[in-house]
């Protein structure tokens, strides 16, 4: 769709006021010639989804196929809105990553997810300037500037409601990562009488993680008897590379999306994802601005996902998290105390270098070095138990661990807000009797007198149940009481080391 010059009226020169010429409005409409068409089509298929991009910046056709029995069981209204919403969810970060006045064209029509993508953005900004700072100009302005001078047009379609099945509670999809958070979530289910499916959700950014992935799934699903779907996702590629930040801001919400077939097929009431207290951390920057990690997995956008699931499901699909009152450490101690056997099937690494490419941890990312701490903080040989290879705690990791200085660390580690956690845990690694070098240095340095100082703070805060209203009313008592018990046995354990 072109844009058209805007209509031109005479005037008599009196009513022209004297701020404005002819030159001032010429370069008003050159502002908006200077605009960047992006057309983006999206079409439904026999298997599933295509997104075609058409621009002198970025072309490509990208399709998601479902199983078989779950697309063709999806009704045909129900993928007219999938298709708008998908369509959207993918591409509405461009304007960022392409870095220019985008005016994003759609074939397909106004899509759901439009307002939510739009406060995901600008929940972002500081966010963004933090990870960016030093790349991508000096201020939040300059994104900020991005996302208001950019548009995106839809076509007009004839809206439809969806239609889907009356659901069953207790049938529940999971977004399965084979994380420690995933784990947590998949074996509470189960306990409590759930029947979870498992999706896999494979990026094209975790290109080694990929090969990874499959062997455990195949693994898994063998020694488990749990089947797990396995979805490509080449719209991720559409993502930024590496350390970029623009179009995961947007992750959970395409996932929760890309459920929803799943969900109709299963009769699922809810997804829940693994979206644990930290993810609400948050600090403000040296512009007094709130600085928040991760927003998209934070209390507030979890509720903010499932009205959209809702909506898209005649308000049969809720979103929610199990994990809301836990911290990371704590799920590790859980896993631990009741669920041992996932360890062996674990992985949290992105593996997206070649270090990754022989093995499931790549040893070379701050998340490695983050589960390699926490594993050994529990007692749990990352080595022999979890299928590391190589020992974290050598000097040369250090940089992996914010608790000694600067955040120097890979996504949400490069935020720092973790730093009192890998405190916590690096002193009860000390006092299990490791005696790797790190560990050691940690122990000769002003860091372990202010752990001794602060340890009763420190294990309340993440080594006890935090108060949340996200999990289910009709299983929290359930999953209080399994945490409860689990993290009473963590403190007296630690009682015992001390």
């Not at 010059?5 to 022209?16: M, V």
């Amino acid at each position: 769709m072109e844009l058209k010059q805007p209509l031109s009226f005479e005037r008599n020169q009196e009513d022209e006021p004297p701020s404005r010429n002819n030159h001032q409005r010429r370069k008003w409409r050159q502002w908006h010639e200077r605009e960047i068409p992006i057309k983006v089509e999206g079409k439904t298929h026999h298997q599933g989804i295509t997104v075609e991009i058409s621009s002198k910046l970025l072309s490509t056709k990208l399709s998601i196929n479902y199983p078989n029995t779950v697309w063709q069981k999806y009704p045909q209204e129900n993928k007219v809105k999938l298709l708008d919403n998908i369509t959207y969810i993918f591409t509405a970060h461009l304007p960022f990553l392409l870095k220019g006045n985008i005016r994003l064209e759609y074939n397909t029509g106004y899509p759901h997810v439009y307002s939510w993508a739009s406060q995901c953005f600008l929940r972002y900004l500081p966010a963004y300037w933090y990870l960016y700072r030093g790349r991508r100009g000096t201020k939040v302005f300059p994104l900020l500037k991005t996302m208001l001078n950019s548009r995106a047009y839809f076509s007009e379609t004839k809206d439809i409601p969806p239609r889907f099945p009356e659901t069953i509670d207790e049938k529940i999809i999971i977004p399965f990562t084979f994380g420690k958070d995933s784990f947590l979530t998949y074996n509470l289910s189960k306990e409590i009488g759930l029947s979870p499916t498992l999706v896999y959700f494979n990026e094209p950014t975790e290109a080694y993680a990929r090969q990874h992935k499959l062997q455990l799934i195949e693994k898994f699903s063998r020694e488990t008897k749990e089947k797990v779907y396995y979805l490509e996702n080449p719209l991720g590629s559409l993502r930024e590379y590496g350390e970029g930040w623009f179009g995961w801001e947007l992750a959970l919400t395409s996932w929760a999306l890309l459920s929803l077939p799943f969900a109709y097929h299963q009769k699922a009431g809810y997804l829940v994802y693994s979206n644990e207290t930290s993810c609400n951390d948050f600090f403000y920057d040296s512009e007094n601005l709130k600085v928040i990690p991760d927003y998209e997995q934070s209390g507030q956008a979890t509720e903010e996902i499932s009205i959209l699931t809702q909506a898209l499901s005649e308000g049969e699909v809720y979103t929610t998290t199990f994990l809301q009152g836990l911290n990371e450490i704590a799920n590790v101690a859980i896993l631990k105390n009741r669920y041992p056997y996932v360890f062996k099937y674990l992985m949290s690494c992105w593996a997206e270098t070649q270090a990754a490419q022989d093995k499931r941890w790549c040893a070379t990312c701050s998340k490695c070095a983050r589960i390699y701490l926490y594993l050994s903080a529990n007692g749990i040989n990352p080595i022999k138990k979890a299928g590391f290879k190589d020992n974290l705690f050598q000097l040369k990791y250090q940089p992996l661990y914010n608790v000694f200085g600067q955040a120097t660390g890979t996504g949400f580690d490069a935020f720092g807000t973790n730093r009192d956690e890998q405190l916590l845990a690096f002193y009860l690694t000390f006092l299990r009797g490791n005696k790797d070098t790190l560990v050691q240095k940690f122990a000769s340095s002003p860091l372990k007198k202010e752990a001794e100082a602060r340890l009763a703070e420190l294990i309340n805060q993440y080594f006890s149940l935090h108060d949340e209203h996200l999990t289910p009313p009709q299983w929290k008592k359930k999953i209080d009481r399994i945490y409860q018990e689990s993290l009473k046995k963590v403190r007296e354990e630690i009682r015992s080391l001390i």
